[in-house]
């Protein structure tokens, strides 16, 4: 399958800022305004409180210490505790501010995230990695959270800091003001320098983090053939080297932050030395009070703390927009198969079906060519082949999981284009040949069909195709926990489940693909003889590799190459003496080798 190269380029982190990606990320903050203006005010009223310090300072220094003025030494001291409650208070309120909105925020986020996941078309999943699609809603939606939040409202208090303080050294000492604005232009080539080798550092971080995601991901979902063939010493030893890659490309990200840090502080310790020097002199001359040079040093350190701070928030920025574009890029992408303009709902389905010179194709790869078949309601239509000559794929067309390149596919003669998705699925039932069950118990799998089926309804399907006795046995029944995957059930009881699930939707149109190919002889015939019940008055769709469970199909279709090759009953097809009565005899051949085969080891135990 062709890969997309950007949907895959994590490592990727583009410009620090791209104002259209920015008025699409501010629209998941628009509806907190209020949490926003109190987390903004805030942090303003904690900035602005700190600012006080200095000059308190001063005053308790020139007109307390100095004159020996014990009672403005006591109202400065008061004050200044007065100051640190108020910036405790509103330090705490502005973290509880911003720890709420930007769990609103990410709470959006990945909802909208997930929600358009999942009505998003099989093609889109056939083209991402599980692990790089959980990233965008992990790893991502943090960045782009981090940004619309603490560090988009640190950076406007950063900035108003920086002026405030400005404003107060130049009124303190213009000479010495202009003095450590010199110091400014020193910082900014230092963070000049270090910027791209920061942004190449944290691309490796960011490239190395979804491998680890990615190869986590497909340990856990490979599992049972990673201990089916004894992989494990193998999968930890290749873990071990990207997650040790993912360590190095951290180690050596944050050493590079470290030493750009300890360069800005260097310049920064460099600048205090400096003004120490110039602003002593002035002291000694008695141009500058020593209260204004301890308050004005501690102004000019408050001066190159946010600085700093904005240079760093280069790198979040840059990690949250690069996230946002992936984030965005899913969220911009359009389901390939969705409701056209004026589609109207299906109506009850009688089940007649017709493919009319249907042509289909993954990307440039052609799949079915000029198909065309007809099934009148509650038939049964087996289709069978090699494998990749299409089987999956007509059923796929007929679901209305992918749509067909020309031609048409037809529902009791509807263009199922022309109805709404859900009104069409609605009425189909799907067992697929993987099994797959949600965390939970058996009853609530079961009901997955259809919600709202009472549990005698779950029951009666259940008995009809003989699982009711090994649920029983189960520990708790049919309120047994199944476990993720259905980790507590074997393939063939999974299966039935399964089928189970699909049969209480009571569908019109029922798919098996390969749906008792995990599945013992016994139960393969208990199934078979609750078919013949169940499937009455439905039409079925069957793909089977076992050709002798589709015998008493009413229609047989053999597909190759994307083409029907031969069309009958399994008796016409016999007689044929096709494509399928090669298929039959290999096979028959071979279950009569494998039959003796067990008969020879069961003589010899």
């Known amino acids: 399958?062709?890969?997309?190269?950007?949907?895959?380029?994590?490592?990727?982190?583009?410009?620090?800022?791209?104002?259209?990606?920015?008025?699409?990320?501010?629209?998941?903050?628009?509806?907190?305004?209020?949490?926003?203006?109190?987390?903004?005010?805030?942090?303003?009223?904690?900035?602005?409180?700190?600012?006080?310090?200095?000059?308190?300072?001063?005053?308790?220094?020139?007109?307390?210490?100095?004159?020996?003025?014990?009672?403005?030494?006591?109202?400065?001291?008061?004050?200044?505790?007065?100051?640190?409650?108020?910036?405790?208070?509103?330090?705490?309120?502005?973290?509880?501010?911003?720890?709420?909105?930007?769990?609103?925020?990410?709470?959006?986020?990945?909802?909208?995230?997930?929600?358009?996941?999942?009505?998003?078309?099989?093609?889109?999943?056939?083209?991402?990695?599980?692990?790089?699609?959980?990233?965008?809603?992990?790893?991502?939606?943090?960045?782009?959270?981090?940004?619309?939040?603490?560090?988009?409202?640190?950076?406007?208090?950063?900035?108003?800091?920086?002026?405030?303080?400005?404003?107060?050294?130049?009124?303190?000492?213009?000479?010495?003001?202009?003095?450590?604005?010199?110091?400014?232009?020193?910082?900014?080539?230092?963070?000049?320098?270090?910027?791209?080798?920061?942004?190449?550092?944290?691309?490796?971080?960011?490239?190395?983090?979804?491998?680890?995601?990615?190869?986590?991901?497909?340990?856990?979902?490979?599992?049972?053939?990673?201990?089916?063939?004894?992989r494990e010493k193998e999968n930890l030893r290749r873990f071990k080297e990207v997650n040790r890659e993912n360590r190095d490309a951290y180690m050596h990200a944050a050493t590079i932050q470290a030493v750009f840090s300890l360069l800005v502080g260097l310049v920064s310790a460099a600048g205090l030395c400096i003004i120490f020097w110039c602003g002593g002199l002035k002291v000694l001359a008695g141009a500058l009070t020593l209260g204004a040079l301890v308050a004005f040093r501690d102004y000019m350190s408050r001066f190159f703390a946010p600085i700093q701070e904005m240079s760093q928030l280069y790198q979040t920025m840059q990690s949250a927009m690069a996230g946002a574009e992936r984030i965005f890029e899913i969220l911009d992408t359009e389901p390939a198969v969705r409701d056209k303009p004026g589609a109207t709902l299906m109506p009850p389905i009688r089940g007649e079906v017709e493919f009319r010179n249907v042509n289909f194709s993954y990307g440039d790869t052609p799949i079915l060519k000029d198909m065309s078949f007809k099934a009148e309601p509650g038939q049964t239509i087996a289709l069978v082949g090699p494998t990749g000559a299409g089987k999956t794929t007509v059923i796929n067309l007929l679901a209305r999981q992918y749509d067909i390149r020309s031609g048409s596919v037809l529902i009791d003669g509807h263009d199922i284009r022309d109805v709404t998705v859900k009104s069409l699925r609605s009425q189909m039932g799907v067992v697929?040949?993987?099994?797959?069950?949600?965390?939970?118990?058996?009853?609530?799998?079961?009901?997955?069909?259809?919600?709202?089926?009472?549990?005698?309804?779950?029951?009666?399907?259940?008995?009809?195709?003989?699982?009711?006795?090994?649920?029983?046995?189960?520990?708790?029944?049919?309120?047994?926990?199944?476990?993720?995957?259905?980790?507590?059930?074997?393939?063939?009881?999974?299966?039935?489940?399964?089928?189970?699930?699909?049969?209480?939707a009571d569908p019109k149109i029922l798919i098996l693909d390969e749906a008792t190919s995990s599945v013992d002889t016994q139960t393969e015939m208990l199934i078979q003889e609750a078919l013949k019940k169940l499937l009455k008055g439905r039409t079925s769709f069957v793909i089977a590799h076992r050709l002798s469970t589709i015998t008493e199909a009413d229609k047989i279709l053999v597909i190759d190459g994307g083409r029907i090759v031969e069309s009958g009953t399994h008796d016409e097809l016999l007689a044929n003496g096709g494509l399928y009565n090669r298929l039959y005899e290999m096979q028959f051949s071979m279950d009569v080798t494998a039959a003796e085969s067990d008969a020879e080891s069961a003589g010899e135990e």
């Open 432 to 504: 697929l040949q993987d099994s797959f069950l949600f965390p939970g118990s058996v009853k609530d799998n079961i009901r997955y069909g259809r919600l709202d089926a009472t549990d005698k309804e779950v029951e009666a399907v259940a008995q009809a195709l003989g699982a009711h006795e090994f649920i029983m046995e189960l520990p708790r029944g049919y309120d047994t926990d199944v476990r993720e995957g259905g980790t507590k059930l074997s393939s063939g009881q999974k299966q039935i489940v399964s089928f189970a699930r699909a049969l209480l």
């Open 1 to 230: 399958m062709a890969r997309h190269r950007h949907i895959y380029d994590d490592e990727i982190l583009g410009k620090a800022f791209d104002a259209r990606l920015a008025r699409k990320a501010l629209v998941f903050v628009l509806p907190y305004k209020k949490q926003l203006a109190i987390a903004l005010a805030a942090m303003l009223a904690t900035a602005a409180t700190g600012l006080v310090a200095p000059i308190l300072m001063k005053t308790a220094i020139d007109r307390g210490m100095k004159k020996g003025d014990v009672q403005i030494l006591t109202v400065v001291a008061a004050l200044y505790v007065i100051t640190y409650l108020l910036r405790w208070a509103f330090n705490y309120r502005q973290s509880l501010a911003v720890a709420t909105l930007g769990q609103r925020v990410i709470y959006d986020i990945r909802h909208r995230l997930f929600s358009h996941l999942q009505n998003q078309s099989l093609s889109f999943f056939d083209k991402r990695e599980v692990g790089r699609i959980i990233a965008r809603l992990t790893s991502d939606t943090d960045a782009l959270n981090e940004l619309l939040t603490s560090g988009s409202l640190s950076l406007v208090t950063d900035l108003l800091t920086v002026v405030g303080i400005i404003v107060i050294m130049v009124k303190m000492n213009l000479e010495l003001s202009l003095l450590t604005f010199t110091i400014v232009p020193f910082i900014w080539m230092v963070s000049m320098f270090f910027r791209g080798k920061v942004r190449t550092a944290y691309r490796e971080v960011r490239k190395k983090v979804a491998t680890v995601t990615a190869t986590v991901a497909e340990n856990v979902s490979g599992v049972r053939v990673v201990k089916s063939f004894s």
